[in-house]
């Protein structure tokens, strides 16, 4: 039996996903216990970090995608929201390192550039180039929303009350007005970027999702 040119690419490229979300949770373990060594093991700092948050979240998300392929079972729409919304939300995170808080962190320099750079790459060029990429309406936008905005209240919660914060251009010192800047210049940016996710999405090769 004859397997189709087109089915077997797809299988190739749902048993990558699953590989590639698999190596991503294997190096922000390796991270943390690289945390425990050092005696910092508290994970809600080491989780309160929007790369090592957004990272583990979205592997997982790929991972539920690359599994759904496999079984040949089509992307339901809570998880074609979760795949966009990590899409936009990793550009974010390679322009935020990248251009504002480059060379910072503990981490080994490899893991860095794993996580701030190949994967966003990867799940931005998988998300443009597959064909079983979701076509989400543009009312579904503001999903992209929730998460980041949980994200912030809990970091800003923190720095006034025990102080810590995962980058420094979020410390309360810096006063209300360059946070507030910060924050909405995040979410700007956020927005401008699940637009492109959005836009990748809506081409004409991808597949129509009910809502």
Same mark, same amino acid.
């Given at each position: 039996?004859?397997?189709?040119?087109?089915? !077997?690419? +797809?299988? &190739?490229?749902?048993?990558? *996903?699953? #590989?590639?979300?698999? =190596?991503?949770? @294997?190096?922000?373990?390796? /991270?943390?216990?690289?945390?425990?060594?050092?005696?910092?093991?508290?994970?809600?700092?080491?989780?309160?970090?929007?790369?090592?948050?957004?990272?583990?979240?979205?592997?997982?998300?790929?991972? !539920?995608? +690359?599994? &759904?392929?496999?079984?040949? *079972?089509? #992307?339901?729409?809570? =998880?074609?929201? @979760?795949?966009?919304?990590? /899409?936009?939300?990793?550009?974010?995170?390679?322009?935020?390192?990248?251009?504002?808080?480059?060379?910072?962190?503990?981490?080994?320099?490899?893991?860095?550039?794993?996580?701030?750079?190949?994967?966003?790459?990867?799940?931005?060029?998988?998300?443009?180039?597959?064909?079983?990429?979701?076509?989400?309406?543009?009312?579904?936008?503001?999903?992209?929303?929730?998460?980041?905005?949980?994200?912030?209240?809990?970091?800003?919660?923190?720095?006034?009350?025990?102080?810590?914060?995962?980058?420094?251009?979020?410390?309360?010192?810096?006063?209300?007005?360059?946070?507030?800047?910060?924050?909405?210049?995040?979410?700007?940016?956020?927005?401008?970027?699940?637009?492109?996710?959005?836009?990748?999405?809506?081409?004409?090769?991808?597949?129509?999702?009910?809502?």
């Amino acid at each position: 039996m004859t397997t189709h040119p087109a089915r !077997a690419r +797809g299988r &190739l490229r749902s048993l990558a *996903r699953v #590989v590639a979300g698999a =190596v991503v949770l @294997a190096v922000v373990l390796f /991270a943390y216990v690289l945390r425990v060594a050092a005696d910092d093991a508290n994970p809600f700092d080491f989780f309160g970090y929007f790369t090592n948050q957004t990272s583990s979240l979205t592997a997982l998300v790929l991972i !539920a995608v +690359g599994t &759904l392929g496999l079984a040949g *079972r089509q #992307v339901p729409f809570s =998880v074609a929201v @979760a795949w966009a919304v990590g /899409a936009a939300c990793l550009i974010v995170v390679a322009v935020v390192y990248n251009g504002l808080v480059p060379g910072t962190g503990s981490a080994p320099p490899w893991v860095s550039t794993m996580l701030h750079i190949v994967f966003p790459v990867l799940v931005v060029v998988d998300l443009a180039t597959a064909p079983d990429r979701p076509r989400l309406a543009w009312r579904h936008l503001w999903w992209v929303l929730p998460y980041p905005l949980v994200w912030i209240s809990v970091v800003l919660v923190r720095g006034a009350t025990d102080g810590w914060v995962p980058y420094g251009f979020l410390l309360p010192e810096r006063g209300l007005a360059s946070l507030a800047l910060h924050v909405v210049g995040i979410l700007g940016l956020l927005l401008v970027a699940a637009a492109g996710v959005w836009s990748l999405g809506r081409r004409r090769s991808s597949r129509a999702l009910p809502s």
